[in-house]
């Protein structure tokens, strides 16, 4: 993408450093500097593809000024850090159920003064509310966006004469259609049970059900949730349940065997029309090295294609402790890492988007469909995310697209959610 007023500036070493000295003198920084004249902070980031990028800021963001030094903390349990009371300085990671009870507790530290809190997308802001916060605390600044939906070979679509559907009976109908034209539907992975839970389960249930509104009544309910609830798995989630498992019928008829890897290896040479995947994928399709002509759109659970909605969560979010030894320089990185011409590349290189209002749109054909949907806030956070870990729900999903009976399987789930609720 060509520079314009519009467009971030490219990343480069120099881009990079040209700017960091401003954004740590705007940061009064007075920690104790060591023997060398610089204080130690250390940056937690762990998602594997993207540590040798985030050392490279981390080794930039030290050799531009004098004050700090950073540790790019790879392997650090943070549960174990935040008991010890020696948690990292920064972290740099996904926004989960974990962080949440973090947020909740009032171990992560405010930082609502920042300029570059009031650059969040509102509704991108809210993504981190859907968990447990600390009143009137900013806890987390999302730094990265995926979505994931329904990733689509385009040239069977065309050699079949097919559109993209929009509702539920035509996504049906398409599936009809390929599968008899002899070509697999979806492939399905259901050895690995997350990819089921990310995938078939968080998709149906989204667009059927309203995410936030069912979780934040299930806590309420707490240790009452039954089936006679206002909400519960069994009630509410029956019903998008039972279409996920209508689905199964077109997957490929060895799905139960088949994982991840085989996933993206059958993607890429083109052995079925559609795979219910995030971005992530798309990397570990390419290393196929083959000219496979891929899309996505939401996967449509009404007949109304307003209700079209994208399965995203924070990929990335920005948050300091409370406990950190070195929040000043913790707030300065955090800082020179919002900068756009650091910001904006980065979830360009990772198939993300963007979470401040300023910006850009994704450039990158494979997922330019869901930028609509984004742009217009029509997004919801997977249901799965939001059950503890406590509580097997990737393997009661993955038994129940295995042939096991719906209703039992999401009545078991209320049960334990029930039980743990008690034990809070």
């Known amino acids: 993408m060509s520079p314009s007023p519009e467009a971030p500036v490219p990343f480069t070493r120099r881009s990079l450093l040209a700017g960091v000295g401003g954004a740590v003198a705007a940061t009064a920084l007075s920690a104790c500097a060591g023997a060398s004249g610089t204080s130690q902070l250390t940056l937690y980031q762990s998602k594997p593809e993207a540590i040798p990028y985030f050392s490279r800021l981390a080794a930039d963001f030290t050799e531009s000024q004098g004050r700090f030094a950073v540790q790019h903390d790879i392997a650090t349990n943070l549960s174990a850090s935040f008991v010890r009371n020696s948690p990292p300085d920064l972290g740099c990671l996904n926004y989960n159920l974990e962080m949440g009870r973090f947020m909740e507790r009032g171990a992560l530290s405010d930082l609502s003064d920042l300029p570059e809190a009031g650059r969040i997308r509102e509704d991108v802001a809210e993504l981190a509310e859907w968990y447990p916060t600390f009143e009137g605390r900013t806890s987390v600044l999302p730094y990265s966006v995926t979505a994931a939906s ?12 097919l559109e993209v559907p929009t509702t539920w009976e035509e996504f049906l109908a398409v599936c009809e259609t390929l599968q008899g034209a002899d070509v ?5 992975t259901f050895l690995d049970a997350w990819t089921v839970a990310q995938g078939l389960f968080d998709y149906t249930v989204g667009g059927l059900v309203d995410v936030r509104s069912f979780y934040a009544s299930m806590h309420e309910i707490g240790e009452d949730v039954g089936p006679d609830s206002e909400v519960s798995f069994q009630r509410t989630m029956l019903e998008p349940v039972q279409r996920m498992v209508e689905l199964v019928e077109y ?39 083959t000219d496979v002509d891929l899309g996505t759109f ?37 800082q020179f890492l919002m900068r756009p011409e650091v910001q904006n590349p980065y979830n360009e290189e990772f198939l993300a988007f963007g979470t401040t209002k300023d910006a850009p749109p994704v450039t990158d054909e494979r997922i330019a469909e869901m930028q609509q949907y984004y742009d217009e806030g029509r997004f919801y956070m997977g249901a799965s995310q939001f059950i503890p870990n406590s509580i097997p729900a990737q393997n009661y999903i993955q038994s129940i697209v295995g042939g096991a009976d719906p209703e039992p399987v999401l009545a078991r789930m209320d049960a334990d959610w029930a039980r743990l609720a008690f034990r809070e």
Do not use: C
């Not at 697999?184 to 399905?188: D, F, G, H, N």
């Not at 219910?276 to 798309?282: K, T």
């Not at 990929?315 to 990185?333: F, I, Q, T, Y």
């Open 251 to 289: 997957t490929n008829s060895d799905a139960g065997n088949r994982g991840y890897g085989d996933g993206n290896t059958a993607m890429a040479q083109g052995r079925a029309a559609m795979y219910f995947q995030g971005p992530w994928a798309f990397g570990e399709i390419a290393k196929a090295g």
């Open 184 to 188: 697999t539907p979806i492939y399905a």
């Open 150 to 161: 329904v990733i689509y070979n385009r040239r069977i679509f065309a050699e079949h004469g």
């Open 298 to 334: 939401p996967l449509p659970m009404t007949d109304d294609p307003a209700d079209l909605k994208v399965r995203v969560n924070i990929d990335l979010s920005l948050w300091v402790p409370e406990a950190a030894n070195e929040k000043e320089g913790a707030r300065a990185l955090a």
